[in-house]
Structure formats: structure tokens, C-alpha cells
């Protein structure tokens, strides 16, 4: 460091050198040239030959210098709008670079336009956001009673008159402080109490919202029962005797039905019972022959297809993953999946989980708080996990499908996360040529699954789709190796 260099011909520079600049988590502490002019104002340079003007610059007499008490290299430059950490590479380094700016700050005293400015400015930025500004307040004071003890400590003793004013002007100083400190705590409480304002009403702007969806839809209901009244009597008695005879015919084949209905249903069972549909009939297609299937990529027993449908007239596809696992049954890999205990043993992007209510035997809500993956925000979600046996016989079929859905307890906007939306379905069948008498060997379990997720926020569909192409095979794995370490020296379960 040097006081003037005399490479650089700019006779405005008073001082200059090089210091390291905090720029970010990413890239850290960086060697940047700063250079400190007649004018007040202090500017940092990519290199000490970087005439391309300057990467950032701060006037000196609307900042204060605070001294990082951990570290002897270390000092913080603080502004109402931006604050600078920089470290030297020598502690005499600091002394210098503080003893340079003390200089000029006398030198180029804040007009008093410009301390009206300043405050004008600072005023609309704690409008826009209180708490840097707090902050701020709290950092000048710590400095300000810093800088007033260590001129007070080289006040010599023989002067009398000097520290008789000092005293005074202390007294004045800690007086502005309190007061400012004041200020402070009535500010912060003054948040504290909107923050609480504005939680309360989001919760009840979601309840209300919750409310009014369950309200239009059992008034849709109702509308669809009434009975229309521009119809005569013959018509009416056609359409009952038509309706009776459906019911009739529907009565009949619901022994048949592979998925069957039930009278106590929760507000979740269509739901779930249309989405085992759709994936019982995935179960029985052939990918190797059906062209509505497109492999995508293969991991060991792991292959990734990309399936397509057509929903509402329009054509959409989807990720589908096949696999088989070696000695576990489908009832076996389905407790793995479903049980709450079980996957926070083996799915370690979990950070906690709670169940918020129970809708029958095998539906449950759950609130999931996923781990944040930096630099993204941390995500919840609020679904409806639904474990199911697929027939009567001993070995029968076994799903587990996790949809998202609303919940009173945990409404969207309250639980401080971004909420993800999702629609997971694990499709199990075991294969087994006599179960009667069988070992573990002789038991294979064939997996259809498939994940959608929504994760909120802004993320591209595509960026999406190539997480999930990778972390197929990854959960697959996971799961696989769990479930046969967990059943392994336990009885066969079908």
C-alpha cells in the first residue's frame, strides 16, 4: 500500500491500495484496487491497471467507519444505503487506511443541503424497508459510542477546558443516542404489531377462501340434483325408470370393479380412486410395445419412459419409472412408501413432518417442510398420502398415491414456505409363482412410479423434468436397498 502511487498520474488520489472486498457466498472475499480522492469520495477497481472506471464508489462524509473487533485486519465501511467489508492484507494496513479517511471526512465536511438530502433519502428507504435501516441505526450507534470513548482516552489530562467541552459534548451525544435508541424500540414495535396484523388477515383471507371453494361446490351439487321443472308427467316417469335402471346395472358389476366404491367417503376419495384408475390400467400396458410410451433413459433395473395422454382434448406427457426389487412383496415396498415413521428413515430430503389429520385407515394429511437446496427458497407441502389393497386375494396389487391438497390447519401464504404441489403414485405388484411356500428369493417386487411436482415460485418446466429424469433412478435406489434391509429377517407379508 502507498500513499500517492506513483504509477497512477491522477493527481486527485490521496490514497489508494489494495483491500479485500466481501462480494458474495459464491465468490467470497476478492482482492479489489480502492482509490480515495480530494473530492471525498472513495472508489474500488477491478486491478490497479483498470482505467475503465470505477466498479462502485461511496462519498465518505455520509459514511462511518467501524472497526471488526474479531479481526485485526478487518474494518466495515457503513452508509444508510450500502455497507462495504473490506479486509487488509497488514493490521498497520487498517490504521492507515482509517487515519486517510478521517482526513478527508474533516476535510470535506456534509453540508448541511446535503445532510437534508441524506435524510430525505434515508427517510423514503425506511418507508420502503425498515429493517436495513434498523440495522443501520443500531451499527451507528455502536460506532458513535466507539469513536467518543477512544477521543476521550487522548485527551490529555493538563487540558481542563478541552475536556470540560468534551464532557458536555458527550453528554449532548449519549442524549441523541438515547432518544434515537427510542426511536428504535418503538419502530420495532410498531412492526412487530403490523407483521402480526397482516399474519392474522392472510390467515383469514385463507380460511374464508377455503370456505367459499367447499360453499360453490356443494351449491354446484345442489343445482345438479334439482329437478327441472319444464318437463311433463310422462317425461318424468321416463327419466326415474331410465335412472333406477342404471343404478340397477351399476349395482351389478360393482363386484367386477377392480377399484370399488364406498359410502364413507372422505372429500379426497374421488380423487385418489380416479388416479389408481388411470395407473391399474398404466400397470397392464406393454412399454416395449405400446407407442404411447417413449424411453427416455435406463439406470440398471431402472428405465424412464415419457408417457403421453390426452386430457381435455388437449395432449400432455409425463415421467413414468419402471423397476423391480428383489425380495420384498408390494404390500411390503407400500408400508416402506406410506408409513410416516418408515420414510423419514430413508428420504433424507425431509426436514420434518406432521400429520395434520387422519380421514380414514389408510389416508392421512400430512404437512411435509422439505430442506432447503440453496440458493432456492425452502418449500413445504400439504398432501393426502392413500395406501390401498388392489383386490381380494392374498397377493394382490398395492398403491400409495400422495396429492396435494387445502387444509385449514396450514393454508397457503401462513407457513412462511413456498408451498410445492404434488401428485406421487408408487404402483406395486408382486411376483410370485406359489406363495403358499415361498422364500424371500423367490419373491420379486415390479414398481410403476411417477412424481409431478409443481415446486411454486418460478422454475422452468424443462429445468423440472431434468431434476426429475435424474432423481428417479436415485429414489428408486434409495428406497429399493431400505426396504429390503428393512423386511429382510422378518416374516413374508403379501
Given at each position: 500500500?502507498?500513499?500517492?502511487?506513483?504509477?497512477?498520474?491522477?493527481?486527485?488520489?490521496?490514497?489508494?491500495?489494495?483491500?479485500?472486498?466481501?462480494t458474495?457466498?459464491?465468490?467470497?472475499?476478492?482482492?479489489?484496487?480502492?482509490?480515495?480522492?480530494?473530492?471525498?469520495?472513495?472508489?474500488?477497481?477491478?486491478?490497479?491497471?483498470?482505467?475503465n472506471?470505477?466498479?462502485?464508489?461511496?462519498?465518505?462524509?455520509?459514511?462511518?467507519?467501524?472497526?471488526?473487533?474479531?479481526?485485526?485486519?478487518?474494518?466495515?465501511?457503513?452508509?444508510?444505503?450500502?455497507?462495504?467489508?473490506?479486509?487488509?492484507?497488514?493490521?498497520?494496513d487498517?490504521?492507515?487506511?482509517?487515519?486517510?479517511?478521517?482526513?478527508?471526512?474533516?476535510?470535506?465536511?456534509?453540508s448541511?443541503?446535503?445532510?437534508?438530502?441524506?435524510?430525505?433519502?434515508?427517510?423514503?428507504?425506511l418507508?420502503?424497508?425498515?429493517?436495513?435501516?434498523?440495522?443501520?441505526?443500531?451499527s451507528?450507534?455502536?460506532?458513535?459510542?466507539?469513536?467518543?470513548?477512544?477521543?476521550?482516552?487522548?485527551?490529555?489530562?493538563?487540558?481542563?477546558?478541552?475536556?470540560?467541552?468534551?464532557?458536555?459534548?458527550?453528554?449532548?451525544?449519549?442524549?441523541?443516542?438515547?432518544?434515537?435508541?427510542?426511536?428504535?424500540?418503538?419502530l420495532q414495535?410498531?412492526?412487530?404489531f403490523w407483521?402480526e396484523?397482516?399474519?392474522?388477515?392472510?390467515?383469514?383471507?385463507?380460511?374464508?377462501?377455503?370456505?367459499?371453494?367447499?360453499?360453490?361446490?356443494?351449491?354446484?351439487?345442489?343445482?345438479?340434483?334439482?329437478?327441472?321443472?319444464?318437463?311433463n308427467?310422462?317425461?318424468?316417469?321416463?327419466?326415474?325408470?331410465?335412472?333406477?335402471?342404471?343404478?340397477?346395472?351399476?349395482?351389478?358389476?360393482?363386484?367386477?370393479?377392480?377399484?370399488?366404491?364406498?359410502?364413507?367417503?372422505?372429500?379426497?376419495?374421488?380423487q385418489m380412486?380416479?388416479?389408481?384408475?388411470?395407473?391399474?390400467?398404466?400397470?397392464?400396458?406393454?412399454?416395449?410395445?405400446?407407442?404411447?410410451?417413449?424411453?427416455?433413459?435406463?439406470?440398471?433395473p431402472?428405465?424412464?419412459?415419457?408417457?403421453?395422454?390426452?386430457?381435455?382434448?388437449?395432449?400432455?406427457?409425463?415421467l413414468?419409472?419402471?423397476?423391480?426389487?428383489?425380495?420384498?412383496t408390494?404390500?411390503?415396498?407400500?408400508?416402506?412408501?406410506?408409513?410416516?415413521e418408515?420414510?423419514?428413515?430413508?428420504?433424507?430430503?425431509?426436514?420434518?413432518?406432521?400429520?395434520?389429520?387422519?380421514?380414514?385407515?389408510?389416508?392421512?394429511?400430512?404437512?411435509?417442510?422439505?430442506?432447503?437446496?440453496?440458493?432456492?427458497?425452502?418449500?413445504?407441502?400439504?398432501?393426502?398420502?392413500?395406501?390401498?389393497?388392489?383386490?381380494?386375494?392374498?397377493?394382490?396389487?398395492?398403491?400409495?398415491?400422495?396429492?396435494?391438497?387445502?387444509?385449514?390447519?396450514v393454508p397457503?401464504?401462513?407457513?412462511?414456505?413456498?408451498r410445492?404441489?404434488?401428485?406421487?403414485?408408487?404402483?406395486?405388484?408382486?411376483?410370485?409363482?406359489?406363495?403358499?411356500?415361498?422364500?424371500?428369493?423367490?419373491?420379486?417386487?415390479?414398481?410403476?412410479?411417477?412424481?409431478?411436482?409443481?415446486?411454486?415460485?418460478w422454475a422452468?418446466?424443462?429445468?423440472?423434468?431434468a431434476?426429475?429424469?435424474?432423481?428417479?433412478?436415485?429414489?428408486?435406489?434409495?428406497?429399493?436397498?431400505f426396504a429390503?434391509?428393512?423386511?429382510?429377517n422378518?416374516?413374508?407379508?403379501?
Amino acid at each position: 500500500m502507498i500513499n500517492g502511487d506513483q504509477d497512477y498520474q491522477d493527481l486527485n488520489v490521496v490514497f489508494e491500495g489494495d483491500l479485500q472486498k466481501w462480494t458474495n457466498y459464491i465468490h467470497g472475499w476478492q482482492v479489489r484496487r480502492f482509490r480515495l480522492t480530494h473530492d471525498g469520495v472513495l472508489s474500488y477497481f477491478l486491478s490497479k491497471d483498470d482505467h475503465n472506471g470505477s466498479r462502485g464508489s461511496i462519498k465518505i462524509q455520509k459514511m462511518v467507519t467501524q472497526i471488526h473487533k474479531g479481526s485485526e485486519v478487518r474494518f466495515d465501511l457503513v452508509t444508510p444505503s450500502v455497507t462495504w467489508y473490506l479486509r487488509c492484507l497488514q493490521p498497520i494496513d487498517r490504521m492507515k487506511w482509517i487515519d486517510a479517511i478521517g482526513k478527508q471526512q474533516e476535510d470535506n465536511p456534509l453540508s448541511e443541503t446535503a445532510s437534508t438530502t441524506m435524510l430525505t433519502e434515508s427517510s423514503l428507504q425506511l418507508a420502503s424497508d425498515l429493517n436495513i435501516h434498523l440495522e443501520e441505526l443500531q451499527s451507528f450507534k455502536r460506532s458513535l459510542s466507539q469513536q467518543m470513548s477512544e477521543i476521550r482516552s487522548k485527551i490529555p489530562k493538563d487540558m481542563v477546558e478541552l475536556s470540560h467541552q468534551f464532557t458536555v459534548l458527550q453528554a449532548t451525544v449519549a442524549g441523541i443516542v438515547a432518544t434515537t435508541t427510542d426511536c428504535v424500540d418503538l419502530l420495532q414495535d410498531r412492526e412487530t404489531f403490523w407483521k402480526e396484523q397482516i399474519t392474522n388477515e392472510k390467515e383469514r383471507t385463507a380460511q374464508i377462501e377455503i370456505l367459499y371453494k367447499a360453499t360453490t361446490r356443494e351449491k354446484k351439487e345442489l343445482i345438479a340434483t334439482q329437478e327441472g321443472p319444464h318437463i311433463n308427467e310422462e317425461e318424468f316417469f321416463d327419466a326415474v325408470e331410465s335412472t333406477l335402471d342404471k343404478m340397477e346395472n351399476i349395482e351389478k358389476d360393482v363386484s367386477k370393479l377392480e377399484v370399488t366404491d364406498r359410502s364413507d367417503k372422505h372429500f379426497m376419495y374421488d380423487q385418489m380412486q380416479e388416479i389408481i384408475s388411470k395407473y391399474i390400467a398404466l400397470s397392464k400396458q406393454d412399454p416395449e410395445s405400446d407407442s404411447s410410451w417413449q424411453p427416455v433413459a435406463k439406470d440398471g433395473p431402472t428405465k424412464i419412459y415419457r408417457k403421453e395422454e390426452e386430457k381435455d382434448n388437449i395432449m400432455i406427457d409425463f415421467l413414468v419409472a419402471k423397476t423391480s426389487v428383489k425380495g420384498v412383496t408390494a404390500a411390503e415396498m407400500a408400508e416402506v412408501f406410506h408409513t410416516k415413521e418408515l420414510k423419514l428413515k430413508w428420504d433424507h430430503t425431509i426436514e420434518a413432518d406432521k400429520v395434520l389429520e387422519t380421514l380414514d385407515e389408510h389416508c392421512t394429511i400430512i404437512h411435509q417442510i422439505l430442506k432447503r437446496v440453496w440458493p432456492a427458497a425452502q418449500r413445504d407441502i400439504v398432501y393426502a398420502s392413500h395406501k390401498q389393497k388392489l383386490g381380494e386375494e392374498k397377493v394382490s396389487d398395492w398403491i400409495v398415491c400422495n396429492k396435494s391438497c387445502d387444509h385449514t390447519k396450514v393454508p397457503i401464504g401462513t407457513s412462511g414456505y413456498c408451498r410445492a404441489e404434488i401428485e406421487v403414485v408408487l404402483y406395486c405388484r408382486t411376483r410370485c409363482d406359489n406363495p403358499a411356500s415361498c422364500s424371500r428369493d423367490d419373491i420379486t417386487c415390479d414398481i410403476v412410479y411417477s412424481a409431478t411436482v409443481n415446486p411454486g415460485g418460478w422454475a422452468p418446466a424443462s429445468a423440472v423434468r431434468a431434476i426429475s429424469q435424474r432423481e428417479y433412478p436415485k429414489f428408486l435406489k434409495k428406497i429399493s436397498e431400505f426396504a429390503r434391509d428393512y423386511v429382510k429377517n422378518s416374516e413374508i407379508r403379501f
